[in-house]
Each structure stands twice: as C-alpha cells, then as structure tokens.
C-alpha cells in the first residue's frame, strides 16, 4: 500500500474494533505493529519462493529409503 497518509487511520480503527479485548505486547505499539511492507512491493513473490523452499526441505526429510 503505497498510502502511508492512511496508516495512522487504520490504526485508530483497530484499537477502536479491539476495545482492549486482546492484550499482547505486539498491540501495546500499534505504530509498530501496523507498518508499511518493508520488501519493496516482493512480498508475494518472496513469500512463494520461501514456502517452496520450505516444502523441499520438508519433502527431503520425509523421504524413506527401502530396500
């Protein structure tokens, strides 16, 4: 999202739709917590080659050898 103007708005709405019901240390500092997408617009492509990743190694290790 390329609107930072609306970042301070959509943190004031969560607070608002949360009203204290969750308490973690992630949503003490909402203006840390909601940020902008820090990986120059690759998240998506990142987050496929991470979970392909993921898979292989998971594949790998799940291999039986018989005989």
Do not use: W
């Not at 739709?17 to 998506?44: F, R, W």
Request: a neutral charge; proline letters at 3%.
């Amino acid at each position: 999202m390329h609107q930072e103007q609306l970042f301070p708005i959509i943190r004031k709405k969560v607070a608002t739709q949360l009203n204290d019901y969750l308490k973690t240390k992630e949503l003490v500092d909402l203006d840390h917590y909601i940020v902008p997408a820090s990986l120059n617009d690759n998240q998506g492509i990142l987050g496929c080659l991470q979970l392909a990743i993921d898979t292989k190694k998971e594949s790998s290790l799940n291999l039986k050898i018989t005989t």
